[in-house]
């Protein structure tokens, strides 16, 4: 798994926003390596449907 900087968190600086959008960013680290590594032919993010987060890969 990539390496992943921790966040920086404080207290009303939004930080429900701030994790998400390092978990985000997270996700398309990983999704990034493994299409290079050939093990994934595409993805796609999808954000703020009702779910919190959706990753479809093929």
Do not use: T, Y
């Not at 939004?14 to 299409?35: M, T």
């Not at 032919?41 to 990753?55: N, R, S, T």
């Amino acid at each position: 798994m990539s390496n992943v900087q921790e966040p920086d968190i404080r207290q009303g600086f939004n930080p429900e926003e701030r994790f998400r959008k390092a978990v985000i960013e997270a996700l398309r680290n990983l999704l990034e390596q493994k299409r290079i590594a050939g093990s994934l032919v595409e993805h796609f993010i999808l954000q703020d449907f009702g779910l919190d987060i959706a990753v479809f890969m093929k």
